[in-house]
């Protein structure tokens, strides 16, 4: 068996609508065979259990992501989780997290979740502000935020994330810190606190290049930075740059991605990492369907890695984390040391105050957080 956990992914790429902002692989529910999508998941479920990677794996964390997962009907949610539960091996106390929007959950599904073993919730409220959420369509109201992580405790999670992000058009810092508040008030475990990236070829890229969507300065920006460094509670560490937990609470299935360890992505358009390639499902979740439901691996691309690709891709996915990375780990896993492979280019990011080495590990300054992006960009 693996010595560290692996990481089990299941892709539900549905939601009530398509907000502005988002580029990920989502689709309105509309009109979409929920039936054949959901047969074709136990399919391919079943089929990946026998491959003999899979045999040979303990998977320490179970993540449900979308879209939202919760606009499949309940019972087909809680067949998946259950289905997977028992096809693999798990630890003893895996993480077995499912992704929710406000207005897709009642105290009955959160119940039904809660008893089918899920242990930590992911709601996404990005704004608990009406205008900011009609500004980037999202199909919720702050109330129905607040209701559903009210029924998340009567439920009995004690282990909730709420998403927020920052960065937003015609958001000030008063709107950040009021949002902020908020979220706080409410005791979360984990805050996942992300600013807001314009994708290509996204509604709200059109919408900004025809100024149309007016976003924050630089300046307002920093001002939000600053905002939630200062407000966030002593009882949240932030492990990650855009993510803060409570002690014992950092997301474990998060974390072997930003180490860059295993994990199986099942579903349309999900992505795993394991044996050296990175294979990508086919995004379409009809096409998906339909070949996994015809005995056709939907595999859309599969792309092997080597060794120094697989090392520079762990350096600046560990550097996202606030301890950084362990030389040592990677002279074990890889044979190489940063200085080894980039050379005289860590020696200029310690110079700029942007790299540092702490106790054996290579981590980010905290001069460098509020510029992580580019950092990073410099060691691709």
């Known amino acids: 068996m693996s010595s560290i956990g692996a990481g089990l992914y299941i892709h539900i790429p549905f939601c009530l609508s398509k907000c502005s902002y988002c580029s990920f692989n989502s689709y309105p529910l509309s009109g979409q065979n929920l039936e054949g999508y959901v047969a074709a998941l136990f399919r391919q479920i079943e089929v990946m259990a026998k491959h003999s ?27 998946i989780i259950e289905k997977s539960l028992c096809s693999y091996h798990f630890v003893s106390d895996p993480e077995i997290t499912v992704e929710t929007n406000p207005n897709t959950v009642d105290k009955e599904t959160l119940s039904m979740l ?24 999202r199909s919720h109201s702050s109330e129905e935020a607040l209701l559903a992580i009210e029924y998340a405790r009567l439920s009995g ?16 810092s008063d709107d950040w810190k009021e949002s902020l508040e908020t979220a706080l008030s409410l005791g979360p475990q984990h805050l996942s606190m992300y600013e807001l990236m314009v994708e ?43 993510n803060f937990a409570q002690k014992g609470y950092a997301c474990r299935h998060n974390t072997l991605y930003w180490q860059n360890r295993s994990y199986l992505g099942l579903g349309a358009g999900a992505v795993s990492g394991l044996m050296g390639h990175r294979i990508c499902n086919i995004a379409n979740p009809a096409l998906f369907a339909q070949m996994v439901n015809n005995n056709v691996l939907p595999i859309a691309s599969i792309e092997y890695l080597c060794r120094q690709t697989c090392f520079r891709e762990t350096v600046i996915m560990g550097l996202r984390m606030m301890n950084g990375i362990r030389m040592a ?16 280019k860590v020696t200029e990011l310690k110079t700029r105050n942007l790299l540092e080495t702490r106790n054996g590990r290579l981590r980010l300054t905290p001069a460098a957080l509020p510029v992580a992006n580019q950092v990073l960009a410099e060691l691709v």
């Open 157 to 172: 999670f004690s282990n909730i994330n709420i998403d927020l992000i920052y960065g937003l058009p015609t958001q000030t």
């Open 329 to 344: 780990d990677l002279k074990e896993r890889f044979g190489l040391t940063p200085d080894e492979y980039y050379g005289e």
């Open 200 to 242: 290509v070829e996204t509604p709200l890229a059109t919408k900004v290049a025809e100024n149309r969507a007016i976003l924050p300065t630089e300046d307002e920006m920093a001002d939000m930075e600053e905002i939630t460094v200062r407000m966030i509670s002593p009882d949240f560490q932030r492990y990650e740059i855009s």
């Open 53 to 79: 990677w899979c045999c040979n794996q303990t998977f320490s964390s179970l993540y449900i992501g979308g879209g939202t997962p919760t606009a499949l009907d309940n019972r087909d949610l809680v067949a």
């Open 114 to 137: 809660y008893r089918a073993g899920v242990n930590r919730l992911s709601i996404g409220v990005q704004s608990f502000s009406d205008r900011l959420l009609k500004e980037i369509g």
